[in-house]
């Protein structure tokens, strides 16, 4: 009985992963846009944009300005424009990826819109001071994310806010809680990803 329920589940994760690589696939072809393929080379995979959409939902997102690390094609930026984010930034140090976001919010009122061609260190102390809201798809390892959370303590400390971080696939997950400031809210597991989403307040 046991291996019939593991079959019927691990049948049904396929039906759900096939049905929403065609949802990703279509929603590709009818905004004549890029978003969704992958770049194996640059290590680039996209958010699924219903789990971004499930999470963002659950934030106070109104008169907040978001900033996607490590933004890719841009996909994360198109979602937020559903909500009301005073501003809404990337940055993406890899040029191709980059060159293919502009082209992918290319056509769309995105004056609260930007994306930054840099690494996420070199970015102005106030300019990442104005942000309450971090995203993240695991875009680097161990050492990064260890220097990002040293960036958001400091910027904490600047100008006091409740900084709200959304972490896609956490594998460092640890280097987050091992800080008694940042709090783990809420984990999102859905049955479209084998990766969760980690929604942590600081």
């Given at each position: 009985m046991a291996?019939?329920?593991?079959?019927y589940k691990y049948i049904f994760r396929k039906t759900i992963y096939h049905l929403n690589?065609?949802?990703?696939?279509?929603?590709?072809?009818c905004l004549d846009k890029d978003f969704s393929r992958e770049k194996p080379t640059v290590g680039y995979k996209?958010?699924?944009?219903?789990e971004v959409d499930f999470v963002?939902?659950?934030?106070?997102?109104?008169?907040?300005?978001?900033?996607?690390i490590g933004s890719g094609k841009g996909a994360v930026?198109?979602?937020?424009?559903?909500?009301?984010?005073?501003n809404i930034y990337g940055v993406?140090?890899?040029?191709?990826?980059?060159?293919?976001?502009l082209e992918n919010l290319h056509g769309y009122e995105l004056k609260n819109t930007r994306i930054f061609l840099t690494d996420f260190q070199k970015l102005p102390e106030d300019f990442f001071d104005s942000i309450d809201v971090f995203y993240l798809?695991?875009?680097?390892?161990?050492?990064?994310i260890e220097i990002l959370i040293k960036m958001l303590l400091k910027s904490k400390l600047r100008k006091p806010r409740n900084i709200d971080i959304i972490y896609k696939n956490p594998v460092h997950h640890d280097k987050f809680i091992q800080n008694k400031k940042i709090r783990?809210?809420?984990?999102?597991?859905?049955?479209t990803s084998n990766s969760p989403i980690h929604h942590y307040t600081l």
């Open positions: 291996e019939i329920k593991l079959i690589f065609l949802y990703e696939k279509s929603r590709d072809l996209a958010s699924r944009p219903y963002l939902k659950r934030i106070i997102t109104s008169g907040k300005s978001i900033l996607d930026l198109h979602i937020a424009q559903r909500f009301n984010f005073l993406e140090k890899d040029p191709e990826l980059y060159t293919i976001s798809f695991n875009p680097f390892g161990a050492e990064p783990l809210e809420r984990p999102y597991n859905f049955i």
